[in-house]
């Protein structure tokens, strides 16, 4: 178990930078790939921000005028239908994808650490349980896990990100208690117990922050994936419902049909998910070979 | 090692065990069962009738006795009645298993014939322009959703043939089931395939950095032998563990896949019987896909124990 000084690591490579800019032109220019990632995880969360300044149309609002208009000036992504600008569906579906991929992400990783961390450092019956816990929370593939939990939990914006985040649980629970069980065998662990602390306490104060690296980056890999979960869930018609803009949901209704008749409602749902998910991975990707020394190559 | 696969074996007893009473109790948990939902539906409202309906299910019942019932009546190989069709759940599953195996089988194939060579070829050209555009098609083909990609298919086969290549009568003939099943198959495999070449990259690069490559280069051994030889074999099992497992994790690309293509295998059934709040499909099908997942998972390990020498388990 190492942290990383990247202070000092980068001033060992030459790099010769300092300042939050001069490190991130540095890593950049050294992971271009990461970069591109950042760069469209960035413009996806400014899309979410100000989708209200970035269209004409409300995303919800039917025009029986405008159903199935093709692209053209006035609907630069033509309108589904019922007669609903595409743009602006795609823009604010930016904010729903983002919502479920953070809040399902962070809601996993918060129950993941918490049962990580006890089971870890605790150990003993309380370990055995929750590591059988987990057993049963992997058995199923995530898709299918979440498509259980939508069922069982009934459709809606918060129901979604519950039932998403559950199958992230044990992958963040096993990492965790896995670095926590090395963490735990350290001296200042040792030494912080010498001097009477208590146990709750070095398990926050002390080994909880040095799980935070590892952490990080399997967070990262956990949001493209639920951003894919989220827009797969909604085709199946079991994620976010009606009238709300999700993406996965765009491309239900009667897809397939749409494939003859009007193209542009299948393509462009399907280039925002893509772009944003893809943009996650390659940030997720960087972000492991950054953070996590025995990934480098 | 005969201990630890005894262990291994029950523990898995356990987790399906765990998996069972899970399902069962998710399932309990929704608001309005299947009743609520046709007296909805047809606009009754006889009290009566309701409760007749709810007793003839066995909805009526301690969720407990329920759950035992189903246990033991499954271990006699009776696993209820849809409440769709009526007919046996048995007999609605099994007739639906063999399409989705083949596509299952189809898109492991496709994903190891691609996946495996072009992520060694990544790895021995670590850091090239062709490792680059080789490792942004396989974080592509992570990031794309499957049912959209089967969607541009269809769009492409619209375009060029004025075609749908979807599933809609009966396949004659060895040939036009394949055909027919190998697009959708592609679709799938496509994720799988990014995902082995990944896995095959790291595994290969973490080998090429082993002492006995280095030896094996001092003594002269070609940068082909090397490569195929040395390295590839030992990267190869690692690589087998997770074909192994994805094996079972296809089953989430080919829910969203069959339900483009139309394809009525047991994946699309799944998420109608969800709508539908058909129970005893529902508890079966996510069932028997945790045994799969489980089973497999556990066949890996066993081999792993098996085919590696370096591993060895105590008790």
New interface residues.
Partial sequence: MATIDHKAELARAGAGVSGFWGTSLHLARRYP?GAAGALLVLIFVLTALFAGYLTAFDPTTTNPRSSLARPSPEHILGADFMGRDMWSRIVYGARISLAVGIGSTVLGCFFGVFIGLMSGYFGGWLDLLTQ??M??LQ??????MA???A??L?PSLTNTIIAISIPIIPNVARVIRSNTLALREMPYVEAARAVGMDEWKIAVRHVLPNTVAPLIVLATAQL?SAI?TE??LS????GIPEPHPSW?RM?SES??EY??TA?WL??F??IA??LA??GT??LG?AVRDILDPR?R? | MGAYMIRRFLLMILTLFGMSVLIFVMLRVVPGNIVDILFDSAGMVNPDDKKRLEEELGLDRPIVQQYVSWITNMMKGDLGYSYVSEKPALDEILPRIPITAKLAALALFFSVLFGVPLGVISAVRQNTGLDYVLRVISLSGLSLPSFWLGLLILMAFVQYTGWIPIYSDEPRGFWQELWLLSIPAAAVGFRASALIMRLTRSSMLEVLRQDYIRTARAKGATTRSVNYDHALRNAVLPVVTIIGIEAAFLIGGLIVTETVFNIPGVARFLVEAIRWRDYPIVQNLVMLIAVVTVVVNFLVDMAYVVLDPRIKYEG
């Fill in positions: 790939l059988r816990l057993d049963i058995a199923l593939p995530l898709l299918v498509l259980l939990m069922a069982s009934g493209g894919l827009a797969s085709f199946l018609g079991l996965g491309l897809a397939a494939v003859r193209p299948v393509v749902p399907g998910i893509s998910v893809f991975n390659l990707d990934e190559s």
